[in-house]
């Protein structure tokens, strides 16, 4: 096994499916489905994974992952209103204790290159450490969501930020509980962001055609909203269960050649009050 480092970016990894644990020169971070695991530049580390299924959403930031700034006072702690505590948030414990002499190889990505150095002892042999500067774990199942009246902005599902983006998470909540509400969101086109949402689990109440591990990706400028009949049906719906993970990128997102082959052609159509979706296709975008 090998161990790695980003050397110019943050990484959050979302957990979608599978367990472990985050080894790192600062010791462990044990992991679940719906965790989101940040991990600073320059962190030596490596991911232990149980027996199953693995599926991962992992995000790259070339500035740090911060919490959101309006949640937080001038001294850096979040307020009473915030979605999420300090508490939520796990640092590593245990430290791994690895002593010996030997070839221990470090992947290093930088440049978009993986560049290979060997030490001649682990990385991980460390008696202890002090500071601020650590990966951590937060489970977006204690991401409290903010509700009202009537119909919330996307700006209360933020978790991360960073610069020229955010990553909210959407997760089961009542509806808005004004009695004229319509609990499906209402159409319209983002002025300053692209917008990237990954389903996770639950019904999509406002998409047809999506499935599992599903990507949509909306760039600013284009309207986009419930798909037809789903405003109708929301009407007396008290609930949502629904989980998914959302970028909100603020400079234009560009695919690369590798997603092209995933696109479905049929997507932009589905506004359609006559289109018919394709049977679920499980995950395939990250299959």
Request: charged fraction near 20%.
């Amino acid at each position: 096994a090998y161990y790695y480092k980003n050397a110019l970016a943050d990484e959050v990894i979302f957990v979608h499916e599978g367990r472990g644990e985050l080894w790192s020169q600062l010791g462990k971070v044990a992991f679940e489905p719906g965790d989101y695991v940040v991990v600073p530049r320059t962190i030596i580390h490596q991911l232990h994974f149980e027996d199953g299924p693995v599926r991962l959403l992992i995000i790259e930031s070339f500035s740090p992952v911060e919490t959101c700034r309006r949640y937080r006072n001038h001294f850096g702690q979040l307020l009473e209103h915030s979605p999420y505590c300090e508490r939520d948030i796990r640092p590593p414990g245990e430290l791994v204790r690895e002593e010996g002499e030997g070839d221990y190889l470090v992947q290093v990505r930088k440049e978009g290159q993986l560049h290979q150095l060997t030490y001649a002892h682990s990385p991980f042999d460390v008696v202890g450490w002090d500071g601020y500067f650590y990966p951590y774990a937060f489970s977006i199942h204690d991401f409290e969501p903010i509700t009202g009246r009537l119909h919330q902005p996307p700006p209360v599902h933020q978790t991360f930020e960073g610069n020229n983006f955010v990553i909210c998470s959407f997760v089961p909540r009542l509806f808005d509980y004004h009695p004229l509400s319509i609990p499906a969101p209402y159409n319209h086109s983002n002025v300053d962001s692209d917008e990237v949402l990954y389903y996770v689990a639950g019904n999509f109440m406002s998409r047809r055609g999506v499935d599992l591990a599903s990507f949509t990706w909306h760039p600013s400028g284009i309207p986009h909203g419930p798909h037809p009949g789903t405003v109708e049906a929301s009407l007396g719906k008290k609930e949502t269960h629904e989980l998914a993970v959302m970028v909100d990128t603020f400079r234009p997102l560009y695919l690369t050649e590798t997603a092209l082959h995933y696109l479905d052609p049929r997507y932009p159509m589905s506004w359609n009050p006559d289109f018919v979706p394709d049977p679920p296709r499980s995950a395939d975008m990250m299959d």
